[in-house]
């Protein structure tokens, strides 16, 4: 280290000449705080999305690394948000990313008292089956002698973090199925 | 709102920093109180008497925005002879059927004439109008329990006949007259006597609120579910209208009553309904009784003026957009292939059918009721009688494992090995892994575009559904049974895009479907405002509201220019349902002549030269009517609308203090006691509302309990509400599994007063345990002031505050609130009452095993409880008090 280098890490050089008198900027920065890199700086590119908690609608900025979600934050352009997040909106890159999520299909028959494995498309060919035949055993033509063309055979629940796209298409296949009991979070 | 909706709080702040007035009125302290001027706990459940003395005392002391109130609500128009209110008939209006516990509405009506409902329950007139016309008896009361109240939510109305006014308003049968004599009994004296908030503390609430509610300034009021889960809780919102209108508040900048919901896409999950009782754009469900045909249906559900006259062109819209080529004017575009009810079909009753047997499947869509839903344990007695359940959510919730360790497993009620659920969960995909849309609070529809695929399993719900239609369709094709064709011939080939990840499989484009809510014309091109649909099947349209969302085949709701590069308004994020107006009814925001109300208000006005309406946002007018055009006579639909008329989708084109029709519970709002409450109604002999909606389920898992002065009431002595804080999310399916959030709020707890502490022996930090008829759960003691005792009806009265995010699964466990809660609901629109109950608290843990369930048997034992107990018919008038005789 030459005595130039020596100089310009000491702190107290650095405050008198980097313009950071009180020493609580750059000055204060160790060798090892100073190479650090926010995780987002070599993200390979920024999405476009907005927060799934409340109904405020607060923007976010997911960045994706090696097509793998690394950060969630605010979006400073959003009006609404001006890039802020709560502490649920902060934890949007858990909730998406965390050891919690479930990636499996699980399957627990009649009577048993384990959950067991089951592929994703036979779970959808078993639940298809069930829906035609639930539909079948519950249709009703006439209620009191009124037509009414429906079926009491099943029903849906649906959670108010869907998009409008999807509840879109749940009320317009169970409806096509003549399902009524179609219900939201949004009457609970 | 700063617990629930933080980071919409910072605008409150921005507001407080430029001189702005912060009440927050809850009865517990929370971090919106911290930073109010003023908070004013009161008692849980007694908005509406808190809110009609803020009535009375505009009224008295001639507070009231004279010139709007006149031009814009209906203040002076004429009541028909036969309406008698509740200080006639000791608080129940004209009309009550106490036995079979509903109202007839006619006698509600204007003086000449026949109103249909703004919002509400529109069957009240339709029904008479298929009466008119098929010669049955009216809507009988499956019509009523359809939960017409959010059918035509976005407005309007029909109009027949001729009302008479007075602009003077001094005629006695004046809406204005009513509703001065109505609300002169919600003295300040009885609002310190009901709500338990001293005299001095409310009239500063007033004089704060008054003085800031001119043309000069506005005063807006912002509201959640603390206000909607109640048996009265749709008047709770009315009576904020009233005092609203009366203020002229409404429709200008800095104004409004803002709903706060909850969810990302909750007004849009309402918007485009997964709900029972209507189709896309608050198109009612069709009725058994006045749906036989396409043509009956309308006219007896559409509005003579206002937007709600093209009804007819939004339903054939959306049939073309659901049918395609097979639905045909021969056909009436496929209107039989819809589904009709006949009553109610929300998800209680719906628990009440699977509890009978009828209903054998359920789909929960990132749904968890057996923690989130009031009485939760009624939920899971549900599903642990189909035959199969398909849970989609990111972790295993409570209700994808009640079978295995569900709290009736716990108590013996019931066995793993007995239980014949088939139970499939399938992972969801998170908002990072899909495109779509939320349609958030203020209506603004905002696009979230998909950042990486989901792994493993996880599929988003558009796949789901696409998939599961498409292998629905492969195994009925073919079939020649007519009850299929609805399934065969529905449009259902959107695009797909292949998912490299999963090699073979294809993941639908949400941004097709999207277009297709958007809608287009013959020629495929995409439409721009609803204003272009027809009923002749020329246009498709999924949902006639956001109509212009896709407009130009741009999406619209992705637009992001930053909001510094925009006015205040920034209409160019995201797009706004309807038309991208960002301030609703905001023709009020001028004077009748067109002119600002004041330079400092001024939002849109009339611009003489140009001849247009001009200023900061799209107008929600016909944006060429003068303002002082009139209507031809025989003018209807939206042509019918003068240019005063600023509620374009009312029925008179007025804002309604009065609600001639459209509401199951009453033409204005009165209080009621919650139906349970350690306190008898000091309002009205009636005690609770007469009509609230508690027959339906009658189990022994949901029993109620005596109130107020009745014999074993007394047992539960403490008022009970619950919330939300900060950092945890509903009922926890998004929180209670995050570390960091779980850290921050780590147990189930419950805020008692150090008064109550000491009363019952409670120790900060220790436990306690909750009881109610329903259940008994467990939670930490945290002793506080937030949540202080009041002096209600000459006593001291204690609450007790539960959050509602904790349940046996996750990182963080606890009780769950909801175990504690009922099926009673709101009339209109059957909510149920989750945030006033009575209860008892006691210290130390809940029982385990089967001695939970001899607790509360105990309690029971001691209160009297039986299966009658509170459920008497309302009596109503002189001849006794419901809920008198309640054991």
């Known amino acids: ?188 | 709102m700063a617990e629930c909706h933080p980071v919409g709080f910072q605008w409150v702040m921005e507001a407080k920093a430029r001189g702005a007035t912060v009440i927050h009125v809850d009865p517990r302290f929370t971090r919106t109180s911290a930073l109010a001027d003023l908070h004013v706990p009161l008692r849980a459940g007694t908005d509406i008497a808190f809110l009609g003395g803020i009535i009375n005392h505009v009224l008295e002391n001639e507070r009231y925005f004279h010139d709007y109130v006149v031009a814009y609500t209906n203040a002076s128009t004429l009541v028909g002879e036969d309406f008698v209110d509740t200080e006639d008939l000791d608080g129940v209006f004209s009309g009550l059927d106490p036995e079979e516990r509903h109202y007839d509405f006619s006698t509600w009506q204007y003086e000449g004439g026949e109103v249909q409902a703004a919002s509400g329950a529109r069957y009240q007139v339709a029904g008479e109008r298929v009466e008119g016309k098929d010669g049955s008896d009216g809507p009988r009361s499956g019509v009523r329990e359809a939960a017409r109240g959010e059918a035509h939510g976005s407005g309007g109305a029909g109009i027949t006949g001729d009302f008479e006014t007075d602009e003077t308003l001094q005629h006695p049968r004046t809406v204005f007259q009513i509703l001065k004599r109505h609300f002169s009994r919600y003295t300040p004296e009885m609002v310190a006597e009901t709500c338990g908030v001293p005299m001095e503390t409310f009239l500063r609430v007033c004089e704060l609120l008054e003085e800031n509610s001119t043309p000069e300034r506005t005063s807006a009021f912002v509201y959640s579910v603390g206000w909607t889960h109640h048996t009265v809780g749709v008047q709770y919102v009315r009576t904020a209208s009233i005092l609203q209108a009366l203020l002229g508040n409404i429709g200008r900048p800095g104004g409004g009553i803002l709903a706060l919901r909850g969810h990302a896409s909750i007004q849009g999950s309402t918007d485009i309904p997964t709900l029972f009782n209507i189709l896309p754009g608050y198109i009612p469900m069709l009725h058994a009784e006045s749906s036989t045909d396409l043509q009956t249906y309308v006219a007896a559900e559409k509005a003579e003026k206002g937007y709600w006259a093209e009804l007819g062109s939004y339903l054939v819209s959306l049939l073309k957009a659901w049918w395609g080529p097979a639905a045909t004017a021969e056909n009436e575009y496929c209107f039989d292939y819809l589904p009709r009810l006949t009553g109610s079909h929300s998800s209680f009753e719906t628990v009440m059918a699977q509890l009978e047997g009828e209903c054998k499947g359920y789909f929960l869509l990132g749904e968890n009721p057996a923690v989130g839903s009031a009485n939760a344990k009624m939920q899971r007695l549900g599903m642990a009688n189909l035959d199969w359940l398909v849970v989609r959510d990111f972790s295993l919730i409570e209700s994808a494992t009640w079978w295995k360790d569900g709290p009736e497993i716990e108590t013996g009620e019931m066995r793993t090995e007995d239980i014949g659920t088939e139970v499939f969960f399938l992972p969801a995909a998170a908002h990072t892994e899909k495109d779509g849309s939320f349609t958030n609070t203020q209506r603004l529809l905002q696009w979230h575009h998909q950042a990486v695929e989901p792994a493993g399993d996880a599929r988003s719900d558009l796949w789901f559904l696409f998939h599961l239609g498409r292998k629905i369709r492969e195994r009925l094709a073919g079939s020649t049974d007519e009850r299929d064709r609805p399934i065969l011939d529905l449009t259902w080939d959107y695009p797909t895009k292949p998912m490299p990840s999963h090699p073979g499989d294809d993941e639908p484009e949400a941004e097709a479907v999207l277009a297709e809510i958007n809608g287009w014309d013959g020629h495929g091109t995409p439409l721009s405002s609803y204003q272009q649909l027809r009923a002749d099947g020329s246009t498709a349209c999924g949902c006639w509201i956001y109509c212009g969302t896709y407009a130009d085949g741009v999406n619209q709701a992705a637009r992001r220019k930053p909001g510094t590069e925009q006015d205040w308004v920034a209409k160019e994020w995201g797009w706004a349902w309807p038309a991208n107006r960002r301030i609703l009814y905001n023709r009020a925001s001028a004077a009748p002549d067109g002119t600002p109300w004041s330079e400092r208000k001024a939002y849109l006005w009339w611009d003489a030269d140009e001849k247009k309406w001009v200023g900061h946002d799209v107008p929600d007018f016909s944006p060429t009517k003068a303002p002082d055009h009139v209507p031809p006579e025989d003018a209807t639909g939206v042509a019918a609308l003068s240019g005063t008329d600023a509620f374009i989708m009312q029925a008179d084109g007025k804002a309604w203090l009065y609600v001639p029709a459209g509401l199951t519970d009453g033409p204005l709002p009165a209080h009621y006691e919650s139906q349970e409450s350690p306190v008898d109604n000091p309002l009205y002999r009636q005690q609770r509302n007469p009509v609230r909606q508690i027959e339906p389920v009658v189990h022994p898992a949901d029993r109620f309990q005596p109130s107020g002065d009745e014999p074993g009431a007394q047992v539960f002595p403490y008022a009970l509400t619950t919330y939300r804080i900060a950092e945890h999310h509903t009922a926890g399916g998004m929180s209670r599994w995050s570390p960091y959030l779980s850290e921050l709020a780590p147990t189930m707890f419950c805020e008692v007063a150090p008064e109550l502490a000491r009363e019952r022996g409670l120790e900060h930090g220790g436990w306690a345990h909750v009881v109610t008829a329903r259940n008994v759960i467990e939670a930490r003691v945290m002793v506080t002031d937030r949540m202080p005792s009041l002096r209600v009806a000459g006593r001291v009265l204690h609450q007790v505050g539960l959050p509602y995010h904790w349940g046996p699964n996750g990182l963080v466990t606890g009780d769950a609130a909801n175990e504690l809660t009922s099926l009673v609901m709101d009339p209109n629109v059957h909510i149920m009452e989750t945030k006033a109950l009575a209860c008892d608290i006691r210290p130390g843990r809940r029982p385990r095993g089967p001695d939970r369930l001899a607790l509360v048997a105990d309690y029971h034992r001691r209160a009297g409880i039986t299966e009658r107990t509170g459920l008497d018919p309302a009596v109503g008038g002189a001849a006794g008090k419901d809920g008198k005789d309640g054991t």
Not at chain 1, 31 to 36: A, E, N
Not at chain 1, 63 to 85: A, F, T, W
Not at chain 1, 131 to 157: D, I, K, Y
């Open chain 1, 1 to 188: 280290m030459g005595v130039k280098s020596w100089m310009e890490s000491w702190p107290v050089y650095r405050q008198w000449a980097d313009g950071d008198p009180l020493g609580r900027g750059s000055a204060a920065k160790s060798r090892t705080s100073g190479t650090l890199q926010p995780r987002i700086a070599d993200a390979d590119h920024v999405t476009k999305s907005v927060c799934p908690f409340c109904a405020v609608g607060c923007g976010q900025n997911v960045y994706v690394k090696d097509e793998r979600v690394v950060q969630i934050e605010g979006d400073p352009d959003s009006p609404i948000s001006r890039g802020r997040l709560c502490p649920r909106g902060s934890s949007s890159l858990q909730l998406t990313t965390g050891d919690a999520r479930e990636y499996a299909v699980r399957y627990r028959r009649p009577g048993g008292t384990e959950w067991e494995d089951l592929d994703l498309d036979t779970a959808m060919d078993m639940i298809a089956g069930r829906v035609v035949a639930s539909r079948r055993e519950g249709w009703q033509w006439e209620h009191e002698g009124m037509r009414v063309r429906r079926t009491m055979g099943f029903a849906s629940l649906g959670g108010a973090t869907l998009d409008n796209e999807e509840n879109y298409l749940i009320k317009k296949l169970f409806t096509a199925l003549g399902a009524i009991q179609i219900e939201n979070q949004a009457r609970i």
